[in-house]
Nanobody, 125 residues
């Protein structure tokens, strides 16, 4: 049974930083693309960062230069470092694991992922 448990969200001031974590279990973590998505109230879910099996990251244009995704295969844990927070970063952030081993990371497709419960990030100006 795949389990993804996010942590590290909270409230922060604009310009600050947060580090999100996602603990994964129930599958072979090292063989899967991992990603972070977010969803703000009234908006569609948005893929913000993905990291492939080999560690290559990809980012949405809206977060490039501020977000850093990383993975620790020894700990089955995914991270998202968020710097220079903006009020528009306010959203529920979801950890996602691709259902297929060795599949390419796609941030524009939602059907191919297992999902965590999410962690809320709130940024005040």
């Amino acid at each position: 049974q795949v389990q993804l448990v996010e942590s590290g969200g909270g409230s922060a001031q604009a310009g600050g930083s947060l580090r999100l974590s996602c603990a994964a279990s129930g599958y072979t973590y090292s063989t899967r693309c991992m990603a972070w998505f977010r969803q703000a109230p009234g908006k569609e879910r948005e893929g913000v960062a993905g990291i492939g099996v080999g560690g290559s990251p990809s980012y949405a244009d809206s977060v490039k230069g501020r977000f850093t995704i990383s993975r620790d295969n020894a700990k089955n844990t995914l991270y998202l470092q968020i710097n220079s927070l903006k009020p528009e970063d306010t959203a529920m952030y979801y950890c996602a694991a691709n259902k297929l081993p060795w599949a390419k990371c796609r941030l524009d497709v939602y059907d191919n992922y297992y999902w965590g419960q999410g962690t809320q990030v709130t940024v005040s100006s």
